[in-house]
């Protein structure tokens, strides 16, 4: 079954222990991206990856790194993490870039930060 | 740059009644349109694209969406909702020069009562 898996579903964490939320997908798309969603603001990209090794800063890039270093994987990566990172996470995956092709979602990671 | 605005955070109505969600988008670059459709604690799933000819486009689950160019709107229309239609619904836009990013509306609650 085609699908892109998150891990951990829920996590509440403590100010500053770093974290890592993974994502993988089995359709061996190109591209992915993490995106977070809140109350009133929808979802906005926080970094996306057009293929292995290529990364790049979306829209609220701040506090998060990424890394690619194979196709199916591509964990979020929160350093020192901060309450106003608490949010829901989404992870998508598609074959091409441009959302052309059908983008697939994980179930997302609920996040909160104490 | 471009952006998305839901007109409506929130829509209440009876199953059976007719409804529309509205999407206005800006941008100085072609775009490509998409609505997605997020049920109670799942992930995002493709609803319907225009990515070119017929302005009108339908789901497969009897919502349908017009792209009008000159009114830069993309509103999501069903005749008759049922209250399986209850869920969260973003639209979405993509630049056609930019690789692959998705900008999301702050998203409409679609609330169906019986």
């Known amino acids: 079954e085609a699908q892109v898996t998150q891990n951990p ?8 222990k770093k974290l890592t939320v993974t994502c993988s997908q089995n359709m061996n798309h190109e591209y992915m991206s993490w995106y977070r969603q809140d109350p009133g603001l929808g979802l906005r990209q926080i970094y996306y990856s057009m293929n292995v090794e290529v990364t790049d800063k979306g829209d609220v890039p701040e506090g998060y790194k ?9 964990p979020l990566i929160l350093e020192s993490p901060s309450p106003n990172q608490t949010s829901l996470y989404f992870c998508a ?6 959302g052309l092709l059908k ?5 997302g990671t609920r996040l909160t930060v104490v | 740059a471009q952006s998305v605005t839901q007109l409506d955070s929130q829509v209440p109505v009876f199953e ?45 689950n009897g919502f349908e969406a017009e ?13 008759s909702v049922h209250i399986s239609d209850t ?22 609650e679609l609330s169906v009562k019986p």
């Open chain 2, 87 to 108: 869920a969260e619904y973003f639209c979405a836009v993509t630049p056609d020069n930019q690789g692959g990013k998705l900008i999301f509306g702050q998203g409409t």
């Open chain 1, 103 to 107: 983008a697939f979602f994980g179930q």
């Open chain 2, 16 to 60: 059976e009644a007719p409804v529309e969600l509205r999407c206005n988008y800006s941008s100085s670059v072609s775009v490509y349109l998409f609505w997605y459709v997020q049920y109670p604690n799942q992930g995002l799933q493709l609803l319907l694209k225009y990515l070119s000819g017929s302005t009108l486009v339908e789901s497969i």
């Open chain 1, 93 to 98: 995956s598609s074959l091409k870039p441009g």
């Open chain 1, 9 to 16: 579903r829920y996590l509440i964490t403590v100010t500053g």
């Open chain 2, 67 to 79: 792209f009008n160019k000159s009114q830069t709107s993309f509103h999501l229309r069903k005749p």
């Open chain 1, 66 to 74: 990424v890394s690619r270093k194979e196709k199916r994987n591509f």
